[in-house]
């Protein structure tokens, strides 16, 4: 999903759908019912037919007294949003909504995956299984589409719709059905609540330091720096920061992780519809890491994620290892509606260091290793990118410094 920026009471996001999945939700403080009424005398003869519409919906319907004014609203709103063609615009409704500001608080319900939507074919994947979770317990892997929730197909669904199925309360059991290649495979699983750990670390063999960054939050980078002087990382022989599987999180965030790792300029620009221009620099607070360093990427490694990859990458303070990451080069804002729902919009583009847009596209890794596990145990078995990393950390590193 996504990364989110949060300043002056404005939040842009990829939040991390831990009942189910990372989409691109954010929101801020802007007032939509006094925009819209600003531009209204413009378009007031295009919206006539939407209400001719809702009229005749409520006079001559066969069955009009059965219908809801709220769900016809809700039905509109979705259709505009849809019509603009971009996966990470829509429409969240007041119990999804009220469902976003919850995944907010910390702890979250469901089953525990990460997704995306292939734009050639309109399928939901799963990009990545947490740790943990009841997916990952029950079966389910990377790559798994979805295909019907308790029996409903999903085919044509947006990822909040989706949401909306296999969410649910803790306790409570949802019945899946994925295609996986050229098969079908069900899963009932039990909804939990859990907490995702934001950092881990320990030391490897060989004397490498390990981080992993779960999602960028509001505390990623405390805990980041708490943990790498636990790790002692300049008396080791190099540090594996992996990003896989983490969606992305606060702009501010991810801002902040990239100045532990890039001393001084530009960390990112972020580019508006009008052709204004925002530019984020490494905010001084540097890490004085000396030692070599590999970021493991993946598929799941999204918004933020590539934000901070990218940057580390085009500023030459990291080597990538892994697998092209998602591809997403966007920001949304979210903004509260009337009804007690809310909007989710793409307002502008972000462009790394490089001024490379990678949306669609993901960061490239210096050094490619694939890993598609196709069972649990696969999964949960040997890691031949973190291999990868450790070996290159303990000899091509070495034989690159000697060269």
Do not use: C
Not at 5 to 32: C, D, E, H, M, T
Not at 205 to 219: G, Q
């Amino acid at each position: 999903m996504v990364f989110i920026r949060k300043y002056a009471k404005k939040i842009q996001s990829v939040l991390l759908f831990l009942a189910i999945f990372a989409a691109g939700f954010a929101f801020g403080n802007l007032n939509p019912t006094s925009q819209a009424q600003a531009v209204f005398g413009d378009t007031e003869e295009a919206f006539a037919p939407l209400y001719q519409t809702f009229s005749l919906i409520q006079s001559e319907y066969v069955d009009a007294v059965d219908v809801d004014v709220p769900d016809l609203v809700d039905g509109a709103i979705q259709g505009m949003v849809e019509s603009l063609g971009d996966q990470y615009s829509g429409y969240l409704d007041p119990d999804n909504y009220v469902m976003f500001n919850s995944d907010l608080s910390g702890d979250v319900e469901g089953i525990g995956v990460v997704i995306r939507t292939d734009e050639e074919t309109g399928e939901i994947e799963v990009v990545n299984v947490l740790e943990g979770a009841a997916a990952r317990a029950a079966g389910v892997l990377p790559g798994d589409i979805f295909w019907e929730v308790d029996g409903q197909s999903v085919t044509g669904l947006n990822q909040t719709e989706l949401a909306s199925l296999v969410r649910g309360p803790a306790g409570t059991d949802v019945t899946i059905l994925f295609k996986r290649d050229e098969e079908f495979v069900e899963f009932t699983i039990t909804r939990v609540q859990f907490s995702v750990p934001i950092v881990t670390n320990e030391v490897l063999d060989n004397n490498i330091a390990y981080l992993k960054l779960a999602e960028f939050n509001a505390n990623a980078r405390q805990e980041l720096d708490a943990a790498l002087a636990e790790l002692d990382v300049n008396s080791r022989d190099g540090l594996i920061f992996d990003l896989r599987g983490n969606p992305g999180g606060l702009l501010r965030s991810a801002v902040d992780v990239a100045s532990l790792f890039i001393e001084d300029g530009v960390i990112l620009y972020e580019s508006f519809g009008d052709g204004r221009e925002d530019i984020f620099e490494a905010t001084g607070n540097y890490g004085n890491i000396e030692v070599p360093i590999v970021v493991l990427v993946d598929e799941g490694s999204a918004s933020a994620s590539e934000l901070v990859s990218g940057a580390m990458q085009d500023r030459e303070v990291a080597t990538l290892i892994g697998e092209v990451t998602f591809g997403k080069g966007t920001v949304q804002t979210i903004q509260p509606l009337d009804n007690g729902g809310g909007l989710r919009l793409t307002v502008a583009r972000y462009l790394l260091p490089s001024r490379n847009w990678i949306h669609d596209v993901g960061v490239q890794p210096d050094i490619i290793v694939d890993w598609n596990p196709e069972t649990v145990e696969e999964l949960e078995g040997e890691d031949p990118q973190l291999q990868a990393a450790v070996e290159f950390l303990t000899t091509g590193a070495t034989e690159a410094a000697e060269q």
